[in-house]
């Protein structure tokens, strides 16, 4: 099955020599380019794309705003964004997943990761940068302590999902996880997106935050 990608960046160049990296895979397809945020939330609605490459900095609309609008549009409800940018920031993170970005890279990624990420985020599933990662953990645990309420989800997630969703929230990957449990990488897998399904998060990122508002987590751990 072909992937087929939205590539949006104010930058030419970058946008030429990505293409020419991704036409190069034989499973990616790159099937328009956008200069502008409004330009990437016209090609995904007209073009319908797996996945859209994004750029942050952009003029018209940024990146996180056209993120936004694309992930909030139910008609889109299967085309991910993957974020990629030179600002690996706090702020451009957590704002990137407010907005529904499934994955969150910088710009200095291999060719080959970056090819691994679309991959993984048109699959379904999330990606992060361990600097994006540490970013949201960060942003979560400084935020002020709110009064606790009931977050929905908790309560249908078995001992073993609130174990796993945890070691999530403490920035561990699934075969880490695994690790630390004796399972394998995918029954890890298996049990975070059973945590996500239950808990509504979008992505891995997502569950990060849901782990801190819900109390599973101590903030001041």
């Known amino acids: 099955m072909t992937i087929r990608v939205v590539l949006a960046d104010d930058q030419a160049l970058l946008r030429a020599t990505f293409r020419l990296l991704l036409d190069a895979s034989p499973d990616v397809e790159v099937v328009a380019e956008a200069a502008t945020g409004a330009e990437a939330v016209r090609c995904a609605t007209l073009d319908r794309p797996d996945v859209v490459v994004m750029d942050i900095r952009m003029p018209e609309l940024d990146g996180i705003e056209a993120t936004r609008r694309i992930c909030a549009d139910p008609a889109l409800a299967g085309v991910r964004v993957l974020v990629l940018t030179t600002f690996e920031e706090d702020d451009l993170v957590v704002a990137a997943v407010q907005a529904g970005a499934s994955g969150f890279l910088g710009k200095g990624v291999e060719p080959a990761g ?92 997502q569950l990060v935050v849901f782990a801190y508002e819900s109390g599973l987590v101590d903030r001041s751990a």
């Open 114 to 205: 970056l090819l691994d990420a679309i991959r993984t985020v048109a699959a379904g599933e999330e990606l992060l940068s361990a600097v994006a990662t540490r970013a949201v953990i960060r942003r979560v645990v400084e935020q002020p302590a709110r009064p606790r309420v009931e977050v929905p989800g908790v309560a249908d997630l078995t001992d073993r999902e609130r174990e796993v969703v945890a070691l999530v929230a403490a920035g561990l990957s699934n075969a880490e996880i695994g690790e630390r449990l004796f399972i394998s990488p995918a029954t890890a897998k298996t049990h975070v997106n059973r945590a996500m399904a239950k808990t509504a998060a979008r992505d891995r990122a």
